[in-house]
């Protein structure tokens, strides 16, 4: 029997075959929708965790701050990490997966989810810097309750070096949710392909 298909008519014969055969049924896509949510939980979780323990850690340092100065950065610290609580609540709070939902709510639901936490992954990194103003009025105060001892960068320089310290977070934190952000990607391009698939 002779072949009347061209090379680029096979490739998208095999092409459309393999989306096929890697189609989800709606059980695997509320599944997987399921299981991200719960990766969600546990994420905040931790963060809501860390937020805590800066508070309770942070209070107690305010109460027993030296100067008027250092106890105004202590509050400002405080301040600063429940903005990044709330700004994690509003915006990368987990949502219930709907009882009762076909294939393609199930592919829609899931993908707004992805991109909602992708906008999170995007954008964290920037509440972290509503920290640095307590930071920067804790190690001012701090700089200057202190007597003054001779030190070769000047009276300055432990402020210098944990803004530089903060500097470095911020910056592995971007690297950090840059990966993430990437394999968000690659879950809605996934997802994509389901839809195509439908």
Not at 104 to 120: K, N, S, T
Request: glycine residues 6%; proline residues 4%.
């Amino acid at each position: 029997m002779a072949n009347d298909l061209s090379p680029e008519d096979m490739r998208s014969v095999w092409q459309s075959q393999a989306e096929e055969s890697r189609r989800m049924s709606s059980n695997e896509i509320r599944t997987a929708a399921e299981r991200y949510q719960k990766r969600v939980i546990w994420r905040n979780v931790r963060e809501y965790l860390g937020c805590a323990i800066v508070v309770a850690g942070f209070g107690w340092f305010a109460w027993h701050a030296p100067s008027t100065t250092a106890r105004v950065g202590h509050l400002l610290v405080i301040v600063g990490a429940l903005y990044v609580a709330l700004q994690l609540h509003l915006s990368g709070s987990s949502r219930t997966v709907p009882s009762e939902m076909g294939r393609m709510d199930g592919i829609a639901f899931h993908r707004r989810e992805l991109e909602r936490q992708l906008r999170v992954y995007q954008l964290a990194w920037r509440w972290v810097l509503a920290l640095v103003p307590g930071i920067t009025v804790l190690m001012a105060g701090t700089t200057k309750a202190k007597p003054r001892v001779h030190m070769p960068a000047g009276p300055l320089a432990p402020l210098l070096v944990v803004l530089g310290g903060w500097v470095l977070i911020i910056v592995w934190l971007r690297k950090r949710n840059q990966a993430k952000a990437r394999n968000i990607q690659r879950e809605l391009e996934r997802l994509a392909v389901e839809e195509r698939a439908s």
